[in-house]
Each structure stands twice: as C-alpha cells, then as structure tokens.
C-alpha cells in the first residue's frame, strides 16, 4: 500500500503542469482516509470548505479563510471489546498563500460532536457496553497539493476525537 501511495504522488509530481491553490468563493470536498492513534486503526471520513477572503470578515490581513465541516468515522476492537466512534464538526481554517501555487499549508480549529460507543462481547457482556460523547474542541494542520486546477492531495494532522488524533491523507475537489 506504501509503494501505491509514493508511486501515485511521484507520478503526480513529475507529470503536473498546472498551478492551482486555495480561492475564495470556491468550494472544496473530497474523501479522506485517516490512521487513528488508537491501535493504529483506519478512520474514513470526508472534508468541506468554502473559501473567503480575509477582508469578507472584516480582517484586514493576509491569507485566506476557509470555513466547512469534517465527518470521520472509526472502528476498533481486540479480543473481546470494541470501539466505534463518529465525529461531526465544523471547521475554519487559516491558508496561508504562497509563490509555489501548487502548495497550500493551513491551520485550523474544529468544534462539533462526538458520538462514540465501547462494547464487551466477553462474560457478563450487558454490564459493559457504554455510549459516550460530547462537544469536542479541536485544531488541526495541513497542506494540499495541487496536482491539477480542480484536483489536489490533502494531508492533514489533527486532533478532535475524544479517544485521540489522527492522519489524514485525501483528495479533494474545487469547485
């Protein structure tokens, strides 16, 4: 899976022409697929954000602002007991712009819900099984890079779940 990943961003930098980064008044959506801290399991999820310049909120500043949610969803067990987790949230995120068009680093925070469980499938399996949750507080860093005008990479290190951090890598989508 390793050698798949370096060999498609090896192709996508060597053979990309195009420059692209973060606009305002566009939006961007794609899938992404995370390693969670816990038992370096696989969460699925997807991003959203809106672009906007600084001064749309009053900033007199540079960089961009993109506002969105993120969606991740993740499953653990071992031996008798798992973990199953949800997190909904909003984001806001800071771009900083760059002369290299095809990166696009940011820094964000998070704020949504998490939505969680921990069963025992093992003896006396009912006086085990819990739900848990709450608003969650988070912040996160990434960077895109753009291997086409519509089309980048996103890689993403954040915080958010109540049970850890995670990894994230995905495509999104401008439009």
């Not at 949750?133 to 895109?144: D, L, N, Q, T, W």
């Amino acid at each position: 899976m390793k050698k798949i990943i370096f060999t498609l961003l090896a192709v996508f930098i060597l053979f990309s022409t195009s420059f692209a980064q973060f606009e305002a008044n566009k939006s961007y959506a794609g899938p992404a697929v995370g390693l969670s801290f816990l038992g370096s399991t696989l969460s699925f999820g997807a991003n959203y954000e809106y672009g906007m310049n600084m001064k749309d909120i009053g900033i007199d500043a540079p960089g961009l602002l993109g506002i969105g949610g993120i969606v991740r969803y993740w499953s653990y067990s071992e031996g008798f007991w798992s973990y199953t987790d949800l997190v909904i949230a909003a984001q806001g995120n800071y771009h900083i712009v760059l002369d290299n068009k095809k990166l696009d680093p940011y820094l964000g925070l998070i704020i949504g819900y998490d939505i969680g469980s921990f069963n025992w499938d093992g003896p006396y399996d009912n006086l085990f099984d819990i739900s848990y949750g709450g608003f969650i507080f988070g912040a996160s860093a990434g960077v895109r890079y753009w291997f086409s005008p519509q089309m980048a990479i996103n890689a993403r290190l954040g915080t958010g779940s109540n049970l850890g951090s995670t990894l994230d890598i995905g495509v999104d989508f401008k439009f």
